[in-house]
């Protein structure tokens, strides 16, 4: 019962879309319907600025790494905690509370990383940093970080069920990703900062 609780509670964390709700506050109206229509940090801050991004940025985070740190509190098993932070990542993408209309879980899934084992959650973000410094597109440095993610967690932890979670997570990020992936194979992809 506690497992199948915690799960549910990854969902609905994960259903709390923060840009949506930085938005409304700074009347900047609704990312899911202005800019690239996604309500994740990179299109907040192209809508209002760095503050209303990294707002959105922490935010999304903590959604994933709280319940993941719940579950590890609780001692519960490794599958038990990927189950978790894959319902976390589910909520956001498609969030409960917003009409399933959600992000592209960036920001959520490397909280979820961190929290289930920082140095392969690490290895992630740090990857993501450095496609996207080279290329200055988030999207190509989601889909290359999240595509590497279940080697990080069998080589560096190792955790065959976390490895598991993060190749759905990737799946579901090159799902989530795909008319960025056509941008980016006919050069049309908006450059990080990019209005």
């Known amino acids: 019962m506690i497992d199948a609780a915690l799960v549910i509670l990854g969902y609905l964390a994960g259903s709390v ?3 949506v709700l930085v938005a409304r506050l700074l009347g900047l109206g609704d990312p899911r319907h202005d800019g690239s229509g996604n309500p994740g940090a ?3 801050l192209r809508l209002g600025g760095r503050p209303a991004a ?3 940025l922490l935010g999304d985070a903590l959604k994933g790494v709280v ?3 719940i579950a590890q509190a609780l001692e519960l098993p490794g599958i038990t905690v990927a189950s978790v932070g894959g319902a976390a990542f589910l909520g956001h993408l498609y969030p409960v509370f917003f009409g399933f209309q959600g992000g592209k879980g960036i920001a959520t899934g490397l909280g979820i990383f961190i929290a289930a084992a920082w140095p392969a959650g690490l290895a992630v973000a740090l990857t993501w940093a450095v496609v996207a410094g080279l290329a200055r597109m988030s999207s190509l440095a989601a889909l290359v970080s999240f595509a590497l993610a279940p080697a990080y967690f069998l080589l560096i932890t190792p955790a065959p069920a976390l490895a598991a979670m993060a190749a759905g997570m990737a799946l579901l990020t090159a799902w989530r990703h795909r008319g960025n992936i056509r941008r ?3 050069g049309t ?5 990019q209005r």
């Open 189 to 193: 992809e908006p450059r990080i900062g």
């Open 17 to 19: 879309s923060t840009g």
């Open 42 to 44: 990179t299109n907040v």
């Open 184 to 186: 980016i194979a006919n």
């Open 67 to 69: 319940p993941v740190l």
């Open 54 to 56: 990294l707002a959105t």
